[in-house]
């Protein structure tokens, strides 16, 4: 089977290569990085966009990798709008580079406070709050 895909994924056609997403999630050291990752990758929407890619992801030794202190002093030279940059900014808070208020959630929209709800749990290593639709 060969893969061959575009934005957050990997850009080169290589027999089941790993998208960027998952090089990111596998070389992600400690609970908050690994945590942040996640996150990113879940919304899937800013890790496609080539100018965060190219102010958040490095090649360190071989290994790809995220640069968060140099993604925290851009974040509003990107040219994300409002959800997007409280998203990010939330997300850059789990690492611990950048303080955000929680009253940044009142600019998510449901499926970005799912993702952010979920990444909070997932730090507190809590597996037994459920998130989503309540019946």
Not at 35 to 55: F, G, H, M, S
Request: proline content about 1%; glycine content about 8%.
């Amino acid at each position: 089977m060969t893969r061959s895909t575009t934005s957050c994924h990997t850009s080169i056609a290589e027999p089941d290569a790993p998208s960027l997403g998952e090089l990111l999630v596998r070389s992600a050291t400690g609970l908050r990085y690994r945590t942040a990752v996640q996150a990113l990758v879940e919304e899937q929407q800013i890790l496609a966009r080539d100018n965060v890619r190219t102010a958040l992801v490095t090649k360190e030794d071989g290994v790809m990798t995220c640069r968060w202190e140099g993604m925290a002093g851009r974040l509003y030279a990107l040219g994300l709008d409002d959800g997007e940059r409280a998203f990010l900014g939330l997300v850059l808070s789990i690492v611990g580079v950048r303080q955000s208020y929680l009253a940044a959630v009142e600019y998510l929209d449901e499926r970005r406070l799912e993702i952010v709800l979920r990444a909070m749990t997932r730090l507190a290593g809590n597996d037994r709050i459920a998130i989503g639709t309540r019946l």
